[in-house]
Protein backbone atom coordinates (compact mmCIF):
# COMPACT_ATOMS: atom_id res chain seq x y z
CA UNK A 1 0.00 0.00 0.00
CA UNK A 2 2.76 2.69 0.45
CA UNK A 3 4.13 2.17 -2.43
CA UNK A 4 0.98 3.40 -4.31
CA UNK A 5 1.57 7.04 -2.97
CA UNK A 6 4.64 7.29 -4.56
CA UNK A 7 3.49 5.38 -8.24
CA UNK A 8 0.15 7.28 -7.98
CA UNK A 9 1.98 10.70 -7.52
CA UNK A 10 4.57 9.87 -10.20
CA UNK A 11 1.88 9.45 -13.14
CA UNK A 12 0.11 13.06 -11.72
CA UNK A 13 3.58 14.24 -12.62
CA UNK A 14 3.32 12.96 -16.26
CA UNK A 15 6.09 10.48 -16.06
CA UNK A 16 6.10 6.95 -17.37
CA UNK A 17 8.80 4.07 -17.00
CA UNK A 18 10.21 2.36 -19.66
CA UNK A 19 9.44 -1.95 -19.76
CA UNK A 20 10.47 -4.75 -21.57
CA UNK A 21 11.16 -4.12 -25.63
CA UNK A 22 11.21 0.04 -24.49
CA UNK A 23 7.63 -0.19 -24.09
CA UNK A 24 5.95 2.91 -22.14
CA UNK A 25 4.17 1.78 -18.96
CA UNK A 26 1.39 3.79 -17.32
CA UNK A 27 2.18 3.52 -13.26
CA UNK A 28 -1.55 4.74 -12.98
CA UNK A 29 -2.57 1.58 -14.46
CA UNK A 30 0.09 -0.73 -12.74
CA UNK A 31 -1.18 0.60 -9.34
CA UNK A 32 -4.60 -0.30 -10.09
CA UNK A 33 -4.10 -3.83 -11.35
CA UNK A 34 -1.83 -4.34 -7.99
CA UNK A 35 -4.75 -3.14 -5.89
CA UNK A 36 -7.51 -4.89 -7.40
CA UNK A 37 -5.34 -7.79 -6.76
CA UNK A 38 -4.46 -7.27 -3.63
CA UNK A 39 -8.13 -6.79 -2.87
CA UNK A 40 -8.78 -10.39 -4.23
CA UNK A 41 -6.22 -12.30 -3.05
CA UNK A 42 -5.48 -10.24 0.34
CA UNK A 43 -8.65 -9.86 1.81
CA UNK A 44 -11.16 -11.92 2.84
CA UNK A 45 -15.09 -11.15 2.65
CA UNK A 46 -16.96 -13.93 4.49
CA UNK A 47 -17.69 -15.04 0.90
CA UNK A 48 -16.71 -19.14 1.61
CA UNK A 49 -13.25 -18.74 0.32
CA UNK A 50 -11.70 -21.02 2.85
CA UNK A 51 -12.24 -22.49 6.17
CA UNK A 52 -10.62 -18.96 7.73
CA UNK A 53 -12.50 -16.96 5.63
CA UNK A 54 -13.35 -14.55 8.30
CA UNK A 55 -14.71 -11.06 6.45
CA UNK A 56 -11.99 -8.34 6.67
CA UNK A 57 -8.91 -9.90 7.50
CA UNK A 58 -5.67 -9.39 5.81
CA UNK A 59 -3.27 -11.99 4.67
CA UNK A 60 0.27 -10.11 4.92
CA UNK A 61 1.39 -11.69 2.28
CA UNK A 62 -0.23 -13.38 -0.86
CA UNK A 63 2.11 -16.35 -2.21
CA UNK A 64 2.26 -16.86 -6.22
CA UNK A 65 3.12 -19.49 -8.56
CA UNK A 66 6.10 -17.92 -10.86
CA UNK A 67 5.66 -20.42 -13.58
CA UNK A 68 1.96 -19.54 -14.11
CA UNK A 69 0.98 -16.48 -12.05
CA UNK A 70 -1.63 -18.40 -10.07
CA UNK A 71 -2.13 -17.79 -6.66
CA UNK A 72 -1.42 -20.49 -4.13
CA UNK A 73 -1.44 -19.12 -0.24
CA UNK A 74 -1.20 -16.69 2.13
CA UNK A 75 1.91 -16.07 4.28
CA UNK A 76 3.48 -13.61 6.93
CA UNK A 77 7.18 -11.80 7.75
CA UNK A 78 6.28 -9.73 10.46
CA UNK A 79 3.09 -11.73 11.57
CA UNK A 80 2.24 -14.41 13.59
CA UNK A 81 1.14 -16.71 10.66
CA UNK A 82 -0.11 -16.46 7.40
CA UNK A 83 -3.93 -17.68 8.43
CA UNK A 84 -3.91 -14.55 11.29
CA UNK A 85 -4.29 -10.97 10.85
CA UNK A 86 -1.22 -9.11 11.68
CA UNK A 87 -2.71 -5.84 12.45
CA UNK A 88 -0.32 -3.20 10.83
CA UNK A 89 -0.69 -5.00 7.81
CA UNK A 90 -4.82 -4.75 7.90
CA UNK A 91 -4.08 -0.70 8.62
CA UNK A 92 -2.28 -0.73 5.65
CA UNK A 93 -5.57 -1.96 4.10
CA UNK A 94 -7.88 0.12 5.42
CA UNK A 95 -6.15 3.51 4.66
CA UNK A 96 -5.01 2.69 1.41
CA UNK A 97 -8.33 1.29 0.19
CA UNK A 98 -9.53 4.86 1.54
CA UNK A 99 -6.76 7.23 0.17
CA UNK A 100 -7.37 5.21 -3.44
CA UNK A 101 -10.87 5.94 -3.44
CA UNK A 102 -10.44 9.35 -2.21
CA UNK A 103 -8.41 9.52 -5.75
CA UNK A 104 -10.44 7.75 -7.93
CA UNK A 105 -13.29 9.91 -7.11
CA UNK A 106 -11.20 13.18 -7.42
CA UNK A 107 -9.38 12.01 -10.26
CA UNK A 108 -11.87 9.93 -11.91
CA UNK A 109 -11.72 10.88 -15.59
CA UNK A 110 -7.88 9.63 -15.51
CA UNK A 111 -8.61 6.26 -14.67
CA UNK A 112 -8.72 4.01 -17.68
CA UNK A 113 -11.92 2.65 -18.97
CA UNK A 114 -11.50 -0.86 -18.24
CA UNK A 115 -10.64 -0.08 -14.76
CA UNK A 116 -13.88 2.13 -13.74
CA UNK A 117 -14.64 -0.88 -11.60
CA UNK A 118 -11.89 -0.25 -9.54
CA UNK A 119 -14.25 1.69 -7.31
CA UNK A 120 -16.48 -0.22 -5.91
CA UNK A 121 -13.92 -2.91 -5.35
CA UNK A 122 -12.16 -0.49 -3.20
CA UNK A 123 -15.23 0.06 -1.36
CA UNK A 124 -15.97 -3.26 -0.56
CA UNK A 125 -11.86 -3.82 0.37
CA UNK A 126 -11.75 0.05 2.83
CA UNK A 127 -15.43 -1.23 4.55
CA UNK A 128 -14.83 -5.12 5.43
CA UNK A 129 -10.87 -4.52 6.55
CA UNK A 130 -12.62 -1.27 8.88
CA UNK A 131 -15.35 -3.16 9.93
CA UNK A 132 -13.10 -6.21 11.02
CA UNK A 133 -10.98 -3.41 13.09
CA UNK A 134 -13.96 -2.34 15.04
CA UNK A 135 -14.96 -6.00 16.10
CA UNK A 136 -11.84 -7.51 16.63
CA UNK A 137 -9.45 -4.09 18.12
CA UNK A 138 -10.25 -3.39 22.34
CA UNK A 139 -12.40 -0.82 23.55
CA UNK A 140 -9.90 1.92 22.64
CA UNK A 141 -9.02 1.25 19.15
CA UNK A 142 -5.75 0.64 19.83
CA UNK A 143 -4.94 -3.35 18.45
CA UNK A 144 -2.13 -5.96 19.80
CA UNK A 145 0.04 -6.86 17.00
CA UNK A 146 -1.81 -9.59 15.43
CA UNK A 147 -5.26 -10.49 16.61
CA UNK A 148 -4.26 -14.43 16.37
CA UNK A 149 -1.26 -13.81 18.64
CA UNK A 150 -1.27 -17.17 20.98
CA UNK A 151 -0.96 -14.64 24.35
CA UNK A 152 -4.31 -13.57 23.95
CA UNK A 153 -6.01 -16.39 24.80
CA UNK A 154 -4.42 -15.69 28.44
CA UNK A 155 -5.57 -12.41 28.39
CA UNK A 156 -10.02 -13.02 28.87
CA UNK A 157 -11.96 -10.77 27.47
CA UNK A 158 -9.39 -8.44 26.30
CA UNK A 159 -11.36 -6.76 23.27
CA UNK A 160 -14.33 -4.82 26.26
CA UNK A 161 -11.52 -3.77 27.53
CA UNK A 162 -8.34 -0.92 26.78
CA UNK A 163 -5.60 -1.81 25.06
CA UNK A 164 -2.50 -2.81 28.10
CA UNK A 165 0.57 -2.07 26.41
CA UNK A 166 2.25 -3.30 29.86
CA UNK A 167 0.38 -6.95 30.05
CA UNK A 168 2.44 -9.98 30.28
CA UNK A 169 1.58 -12.17 27.71
CA UNK A 170 1.72 -10.18 24.03
CA UNK A 171 2.60 -6.22 22.93
CA UNK A 172 0.58 -3.82 21.90
CA UNK A 173 1.04 -1.80 18.10
CA UNK A 174 0.48 1.67 18.27
CA UNK A 175 1.98 2.35 14.72
CA UNK A 176 -1.32 -0.21 13.32
CA UNK A 177 -3.53 2.33 15.71
CA UNK A 178 -2.03 5.41 13.93
CA UNK A 179 -2.71 4.02 10.61
CA UNK A 180 -5.79 2.38 10.69
CA UNK A 181 -7.29 5.89 12.81
CA UNK A 182 -6.73 7.64 9.40
CA UNK A 183 -8.58 4.89 7.70
CA UNK A 184 -11.39 4.91 9.72
CA UNK A 185 -11.72 8.63 9.55
CA UNK A 186 -10.93 8.83 5.77
CA UNK A 187 -13.24 6.10 4.77
CA UNK A 188 -16.01 8.08 7.25
CA UNK A 189 -15.46 11.40 5.69
CA UNK A 190 -15.85 9.67 2.30
CA UNK A 191 -19.24 8.22 3.48
CA UNK A 192 -20.62 10.93 5.01
CA UNK A 193 -19.99 11.83 8.69
CA UNK A 194 -23.78 12.41 9.36
CA UNK A 195 -24.88 9.09 7.14
CA UNK A 196 -23.37 5.64 6.47
CA UNK A 197 -20.08 6.78 7.47
CA UNK A 198 -20.79 7.51 10.95
CA UNK A 199 -19.57 4.97 12.56
CA UNK A 200 -16.33 4.40 11.02
CA UNK A 201 -15.55 8.02 11.66
CA UNK A 202 -16.84 7.92 15.35
CA UNK A 203 -14.43 5.55 16.11
CA UNK A 204 -11.87 6.68 14.25
CA UNK A 205 -11.90 9.74 16.68
CA UNK A 206 -11.29 7.01 19.37
CA UNK A 207 -8.39 6.09 18.07
CA UNK A 208 -6.51 9.36 17.67
CA UNK A 209 -7.91 10.21 21.25
CA UNK A 210 -6.25 7.14 22.71
CA UNK A 211 -2.89 7.67 20.61
CA UNK A 212 -2.59 11.36 21.25
CA UNK A 213 -2.21 10.99 25.31
CA UNK A 214 -1.13 9.12 27.77
CA UNK A 215 0.25 6.28 27.67
CA UNK A 216 0.65 6.42 24.05
CA UNK A 217 2.28 10.14 23.47
CA UNK A 218 5.68 10.35 24.32
CA UNK A 219 6.15 12.67 27.45
CA UNK A 220 9.76 12.21 27.98
CA UNK A 221 11.70 14.96 26.26
CA UNK A 222 14.63 12.71 26.06
CA UNK A 223 12.66 9.76 23.92
CA UNK A 224 13.48 10.08 20.30
CA UNK A 225 10.05 9.06 19.21
CA UNK A 226 6.47 10.76 19.50
CA UNK A 227 4.47 7.68 19.98
CA UNK A 228 5.40 4.90 22.22
CA UNK A 229 4.33 0.94 22.24
CA UNK A 230 4.64 0.43 18.56
CA UNK A 231 6.23 -3.31 17.09
CA UNK A 232 8.55 -3.56 14.49
CA UNK A 233 9.27 -7.40 13.80
CA UNK A 234 7.62 -9.26 16.81
CA UNK A 235 8.65 -12.97 15.02
CA UNK A 236 12.16 -11.66 14.77
CA UNK A 237 12.72 -10.44 18.21
CA UNK A 238 13.69 -7.18 17.13
CA UNK A 239 11.64 -5.02 19.67
CA UNK A 240 13.46 -4.30 22.91
CA UNK A 241 12.44 -6.34 25.61
CA UNK A 242 12.97 -4.09 29.04
CA UNK A 243 14.72 -5.62 32.06
CA UNK A 244 12.49 -7.79 34.32
CA UNK A 245 9.40 -7.81 31.29
CA UNK A 246 7.98 -10.80 29.03
CA UNK A 247 7.20 -8.24 26.31
CA UNK A 248 8.22 -5.16 24.67
CA UNK A 249 6.73 -1.90 25.02
CA UNK A 250 7.64 1.54 24.94
CA UNK A 251 9.42 1.94 22.10
CA UNK A 252 8.48 3.64 18.83
CA UNK A 253 9.23 3.25 15.18
CA UNK A 254 8.51 5.23 11.66
CA UNK A 255 5.11 4.01 10.64
CA UNK A 256 3.77 5.31 13.90
CA UNK A 257 5.29 8.82 14.23
CA UNK A 258 5.13 9.49 10.32
CA UNK A 259 1.11 8.29 10.74
CA UNK A 260 0.51 10.16 14.44
CA UNK A 261 1.73 13.57 12.32
CA UNK A 262 -0.08 12.94 9.38
CA UNK A 263 -3.04 11.76 11.53
CA UNK A 264 -2.91 15.15 13.58
CA UNK A 265 -2.10 17.32 10.57
CA UNK A 266 -5.48 15.49 8.74
CA UNK A 267 -7.65 16.28 12.00
CA UNK A 268 -6.23 19.85 12.13
CA UNK A 269 -7.16 20.73 8.58
CA UNK A 270 -10.70 19.46 9.57
CA UNK A 271 -11.20 21.34 13.06
CA UNK A 272 -10.20 24.65 10.90
CA UNK A 273 -12.35 24.13 7.98
CA UNK A 274 -9.61 23.65 5.84
CA UNK A 275 -9.15 21.50 2.34
CA UNK A 276 -8.18 17.92 3.39
CA UNK A 277 -4.82 17.00 2.65
CA UNK A 278 -4.17 13.95 0.52
CA UNK A 279 -1.39 12.06 -1.32
CA UNK A 280 -2.56 13.08 -4.30
CA UNK A 281 -2.14 16.80 -3.66
CA UNK A 282 1.02 16.93 -1.82
CA UNK A 283 1.92 20.79 -3.12
CA UNK A 284 -0.58 21.80 -1.13
CA UNK A 285 0.19 24.63 1.18
CA UNK A 286 -0.24 22.94 5.00
CA UNK A 287 0.08 26.22 6.66
Known amino acids: MRSLRIM ?27 ANTTARVGIWYGEGRDSYDIRGRTAHESIFNLNDGLYRCPGTQQGYSGFS ?20 RARNPEVPSELKGSYKTFLKAAK ?26 KMGDYLSKPADPYNQFEPVDSSAACIGAQGLLRLGSLLGRDDEGKDYWQAGLTVAQSLLKSPYLSEDPAHEG ?18 GASIAYG ?37
Open 85 to 104: TWTRGLAWAMLGYAEQLEYL
Open 128 to 153: ATCDFYLKYMPQDGIPYWDTGAPGLA
Open 251 to 287: ESCMWGDYHARELAIYLSRQIDGKTDHHFYNGMLNLA
Open 8 to 34: VASHELGHELKGENDRSISLLERTLIH
Open 226 to 243: LILHAIYHQPNGWDYVQP
